[in-house]
């Protein structure tokens, strides 16, 4: 039996080590892992996409894309014959991000995002308290190393502008429960985790590795 070529995308100024925990028999499944690069000038995410679509050889791929990945992979499979298009903590169009989210759209408050602080997480190491903190930094530290200023500003803005209003029907979302960035009341049609927050990605791994297999291949 060929191997299915599976690309997974990382979330926003994440690199692809959120998904080492994640494990796809080898028999069956050819992985590849993307990571961010950095934006054109005036770059849109259509045309960012249309770029990142050279990196994938084979026909008939699946794409996997976390948060602002799952955004992405959205807007790469238009430019390609995908086998299954899953986003994992995600939207499938701009009617399913919160309110607060909607409103920086319309007041433009998403230009005032501390970019400097996502570059200098451990700065925020000094000012942490608390266990539960200190281990969301620590997380956010091995993680989140796309730290370019130039590419933080891009992500951000093409996330709350992106103006995608009716769902590509072939997405498949998977969805937490608890996810606090894009609250479950907002999402329509997904498969629900249940305790999943949005980095369910690390946290419910062991669901991933149980359930992807059987959604990827499923007729």
């Not at 080590?17 to 994640?22: G, S």
């Not at 990571?35 to 000038?41: D, T, Y």
């Not at 791929?61 to 790469?76: H, N, R």
């Not at 309110?99 to 433009?108: D, N, P």
Request: proline residues 4%; hydrophobic residues 45%; glycine residues 4%.
């Amino acid at each position: 039996m060929k191997r299915v070529p599976v690309y997974f995308m990382p979330g926003l100024a994440a690199s692809s080590a959120i998904f080492e925990r994640i494990q796809l028999d080898e028999r069956d499944f050819d992985v590849h892992f993307l990571e961010w690069e950095i934006p054109l000038p005036n770059e849109n995410i259509q045309s960012y996409a249309k770029r990142m679509v050279h990196k994938i050889k084979e026909e008939q791929v699946v794409l996997i894309g976390v948060s602002f990945g799952g955004v992405l992979v959205q807007e790469m499979a238009a430019y390609l014959e995908v086998k299954k298009l899953i986003i994992i903590s995600s939207v499938k169009t701009n009617l399913e991000v919160p309110l607060r989210m909607k409103i920086a759209k319309s007041t433009r408050a998403y230009k005032l995002v501390p970019t400097k602080l996502l570059q200098n997480i451990e700065i925020l190491d000094s000012f942490s308290f608390g266990s539960a903190l200190k281990q969301r930094l620590k997380l956010y530290k091995k993680y989140l190393s796309v730290r370019d200023k130039v590419y933080l500003e891009w992500a951000i803005e093409q996330m709350i502008l992106w103006n995608r209003t009716t769902p590509d029907s072939r997405v498949i979302h998977i969805h937490g429960d608890l996810d606090e960035v894009f609250p479950l009341k907002n999402i329509k049609n997904c498969i629900v985790v249940k305790g999943g927050t949005h980095i369910m990605i690390l946290s419910k791994f062991r669901w991933m590795n149980e359930n992807l297999p059987k959604i990827i291949l499923k007729d």
